[in-house]
């Protein structure tokens, strides 16, 4: 549903550990980029030593930042996703396009 395709920039929200932006690596290709967010930064420094770990650190970036305050323009990504954030913040349908 996300039609990513290569060289697509994508963001995970809400990204954790980094399980779903590593495999997102591999759509994007070379020329792409997945970026992760999460407001927690431990979660961040998994994920980030997990994508050292896959050799992909060209291309996922994960960053220490609150989904309520994302600092790119709407039309900075090709797609968005997010898995198991909205029971966390407290106006969910805020999230909704
Ligand atoms: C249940 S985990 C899901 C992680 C990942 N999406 C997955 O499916 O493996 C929820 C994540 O949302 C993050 N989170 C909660 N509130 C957030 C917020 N306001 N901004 C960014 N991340 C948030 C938590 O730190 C946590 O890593």
């Not at 967010?37 to 998994?46: A, F, G, S, W």
């Not at 309520?68 to 968005?80: A, M, R, T, V, W």
Request: glycine residues 8%; contains cysteine; hydrophobic residues 40%.
């Amino acid at each position: 549903m996300m039609h990513i395709q290569v060289g697509h920039r994508d963001l995970d929200l809400g990204c954790g550990p980094g399980i779903d932006t590593i495999p997102l690596a591999q759509f994007v290709g070379r020329n792409g980029q997945v970026i992760g967010l999460d407001i927690d930064n431990k979660m961040i420094e998994v994920a980030n030593k997990k994508a050292i770990d896959e050799g992909v650190t060209d291309r996922v970036i994960h960053k220490h930042i609150d989904a309520n305050s994302i600092p790119y323009h709407s039309d900075h990504f090709n797609s968005c996703r997010s898995e198991r954030l909205l029971q966390h913040v407290a106006i969910p349908w805020a999230y909704l396009i």
